[in-house]
């Protein structure tokens, strides 16, 4: 059983420029949550998919848009990138309902913006 | 609004020693808890969670914490440090409301020494 997967693993932009960033979640799982870990800290939320909708925002600029798409993955949008915007990207996933169900963590993408 | 206070952003240990993260929370409704591991260049791993019942918790390796409502503290510990135990330690809290998003601490970087 597959657990989360990212793509890609590194990515270099310059200021400015759009990224994607992609996330498969768990097998069952159909919960995708978004975190930025600037170096040295610890992860911040960006936001939450589920059925396809933005559930939950934390603290980030319009710039961060996402998508869920009807297998579950997602993909992490970041426009007009800042020097600021460069850290480990976390893509977690769950499984939605009533109970509280552990969120499951990719290995990341650095992002890189120079 | 929740937040994580992790007293230490360095703590170094004799392998066979008590290990003791501390981990202080703020939130205004009933909290889920919860310690992440992270080797480097990784993604999370979950230690252990508090959710409901039992404040004494055990995890995976051998860590447990305990929840204290009074002290508002969920600290980890383990009885004897072993160097493969040497990484970043991520305390977070969530609510249960909402689809429950977390909130992480700075995170404790932990040394085990020979």
């Known amino acids: 059983d597959a657990g989360v997967t990212q793509s890609p693993t590194h990515l270099i932009k310059t200021r400015g420029q759009q990224v994607t960033l992609r996330c498969s979640p768990k097998?069952?799982?159909?919960?995708v949550s978004w975190y930025q870990q600037a170096l040295g800290q610890g992860p911040q939320f960006i936001f939450q998919?589920?059925?396809?909708?933005?559930?939950q925002r934390g603290n980030f600029p319009d710039r961060f848009s996402g998508h869920q798409f009807p297998n579950y993955s997602s993909e992490l949008n970041v426009n007009a990138l800042l020097l600021g915007d460069s850290a480990l990207y976390l893509c977690?996933?769950?499984?939605?309902?009533?109970?509280?169900?552990?969120?499951?963590f990719g290995p990341g993408t650095r992002l890189t913006v120079l | 609004a929740q937040s994580v206070t992790q007293l230490g952003s360095h703590v170094s240990v004799s392998e066979g020693a008590l290990v003791l993260l501390r981990c202080n929370y703020s939130?205004?409704?009933?909290?889920?808890l919860f310690w992440y591991v992270q080797y480097p260049n990784q993604g999370l791993q979950l230690l252990l969670k508090?959710?409901?019942?039992?404040?004494l918790v055990k995890g995976i390796n051998g860590f447990e914490a305990e929840f204290k409502k009074s002290e508002t503290s969920f600290h980890l510990t383990k009885p004897s440090a072993h160097m493969s135990d040497a990484a970043e330690y991520f305390c977070?809290?969530?609510?249960?409301?909402?689809?429950?998003?977390?909130?992480f601490g700075s995170g404790t970087r932990l040394q085990v020494q020979p």
């Open positions: 977690a996933s769950s499984r939605g309902g009533g109970s509280y169900n552990e969120q499951f």
């Open positions: 097998s069952g799982h159909d919960t």
């Open positions: 998919y589920y059925e396809e909708e933005e559930r």
């Open positions: 939130s205004s409704v009933p909290p889920y």
């Open positions: 508090y959710t409901t019942g039992a404040t």
């Open positions: 977070a809290v969530s609510s249960d409301t909402g689809r429950r998003a977390l909130t």
